[in-house]
Nanobody
Framework: QVQVVESGGDSVQAGGSLRLSCTASGFPFDRSLMAWFRQAPGKGREGVSCISYNGRTPVIADSVKGRFTISKDNDKDTLYLQMENLKVEDTAVYYC????????????????????WGQGTQVTVSS
C-alpha cells in the first residue's frame, strides 16, 4: 500500500527555520516527482514546490522563492523542505504529494495532478 508521511512541523517565531521531511513507500519513489503543498484554514491547497524524479530540477513558488529549498533523497525515499526566514503567512498545514511522472510540468501546482498524499504536518509561525 502507498504510504506518505510528513514530519517536522512545529511552531516557530517569524524569521526562524524548519526542515520538513516526507517519507514515502508503496510506489517507485525514484521514478516519481514530488511536491509540497500547503493549506491554511479557509483557503485552497497551494503549491509550494516541486522536484523532478531525480532531484535535479526544483521548482519553487514565487511566494517562497529565496527562502525555501526542496530536495529529494532517492536512497532514503525521503523528500525535504528546508524553510528559512519564515513569515506569519507561511502558517499552514504542509502536505507532501507524489505522482509517477518524471518532471514537474507547467501545471505542477494543480492538486489533481497528484494521486498520492500525506496527512500533513502543521507549521505555525508567530510574530
Amino acid at each position: 500500500q502507498v504510504q506518505v508521511v510528513e514530519s517536522g512541523g512545529d511552531s516557530v517565531q517569524a524569521g526562524g527555520s524548519l526542515r520538513l521531511s516526507c517519507t514515502a513507500s508503496g510506489f517507485p519513489f525514484d521514478r516519481s516527482l514530488m511536491a509540497w503543498f500547503r493549506q491554511a484554514p479557509g483557503k485552497g491547497r497551494e503549491g509550494v514546490s516541486c522536484i523532478s524524479y531525480n532531484g535535479r530540477t526544483p521548482v519553487i513558488a514565487d511566494s517562497v522563492k529565496g527562502r525555501f529549498t526542496i530536495s529529494k533523497d532517492n536512497d532514503k525515499d525521503t523528500l525535504y523542505l528546508q524553510m528559512e526566514n519564515l513569515k506569519v503567512e507561511d502558517t499552514a498545514v504542509y502536505y507532501c504529494a507524489a505522482v509517477q511522472r518524471f518532471h514537474c510540468s507547467g501545471s505542477w501546482y494543480r492538486v489533481d495532478e497528484y494521486p498520492f498524499w500525506g496527512q500533513g504536518t502543521q507549521v505555525t509561525v508567530s510574530s
